[in-house]
């Protein structure tokens, strides 16, 4: 399959457009500490960065109660809006590459582990509402890995699989795209290195956003 063949281009937030990774590790930390459980490793946080908040509390404390998940939430995400009240940074070439992105008639589209109302707010945050074709957000759908976000969005844009690129700093956005059936990139700057993605089969591995934009310009 050529590169001509792509038309919808598909981003997760945090990690691959956003420099949000140590923001969510702090923000995991202090929910942890203020909910009365030990704390994890950093690698051990970014390590369920993707995954729906829910989901990525439990996959680090299998124990918890639904009440306590509930007050845990609650201390993440008082921590984190606090922290955003000046909203992560895009990564160094992200603005750039989609506008051109649009500009070369690609459909663009967001996949998110975050919830509704925190991709809503960062949208706004960076005015761009009403860029993307369609956005979805974990808590509106079932979390990562689960294709389902993708498949949504496909309908959406009336794209087939094949016909669509999933670009993730998580193995849960590739191990996604392999759900759907779709191509992946993955970025090596965010949540996870490069030998942890490696052997969810991307079919490139970029170190920098601008290197997406070449990449697909190769076969232009």
């Known amino acids: 399959?050529?590169?001509?063949?792509?038309?919808?281009?598909?981003?997760?937030?945090?990690?691959?457009?956003?420099n949000s990774i140590g923001r969510i590790v702090e923000s995991m930390h202090?929910?942890?500490?203020?909910?009365?459980?030990?704390?994890?490793?950093?690698?051990a946080v970014k390590g369920i960065i993707g995954l729906g908040l829910p989901e990525a509390i439990r996959t680090l404390y299998p124990?918890?109660?639904?009440?306590?998940?509930?007050?845990?939430?609650?201390?993440?995400?008082?921590?984190?809006i606090a922290l955003e009240a000046e909203p992560s940074p895009l990564f160094e070439g992200v603005v750039q590459?989609?506008?051109?992105?649009?500009?070369?008639?690609?459909?663009?589209a967001v996949a998110t582990g975050k919830a509704r109302r925190g991709l809503d707010r960062?949208?706004?945050?960076?005015?761009?509402?009403?860029?993307?074709?369609?956005?979805?957000a974990a808590d509106e759908t079932a979390s990562k890995p689960h294709p389902l976000m993708l498949e949504?969005?496909?309908?959406?844009?009336?794209?087939s699989a094949r016909q669509a690129l999933m670009v993730g700093d998580a193995s849960f956005d590739l191990m996604m795209a392999r759900n759907a059936g779709m191509d992946s990139v993955?970025?090596?700057?965010?949540?996870?290195?490069?030998?942890?993605?490696?052997?969810?089969?991307?079919?490139?591995?970029i170190d920098h956003f601008s290197q997406l934009?070449?990449?697909?310009?190769?076969?232009?």
């Open 1 to 18: 399959m050529s590169h001509l063949d792509y038309k919808l281009l598909i981003f997760d937030w945090d990690g691959t457009l956003a």
């Open 30 to 43: 202090v929910a942890s500490t203020r909910s009365g459980f030990a704390l994890c490793s950093d690698l």
């Open 63 to 80: 124990e918890i109660t639904d009440p306590e998940l509930i007050t845990f939430r609650e201390h993440y995400a008082d921590h984190y």
């Open 97 to 108: 590459s989609l506008d051109t992105f649009r500009a070369e008639g690609y459909y663009l």
């Open 122 to 136: 960062v949208l706004r945050a960076h005015g761009w509402e009403d860029y993307f074709d369609i956005t979805r």
């Open 152 to 159: 949504q969005i496909l309908a959406h844009c009336g794209v």
């Open 186 to 205: 993955a970025v090596s700057y965010g949540a996870q290195s490069a030998e942890a993605l490696q052997p969810y089969e991307p079919r490139v591995m």
């Open 213 to 220: 934009q070449a990449w697909l310009s190769r076969a232009r």
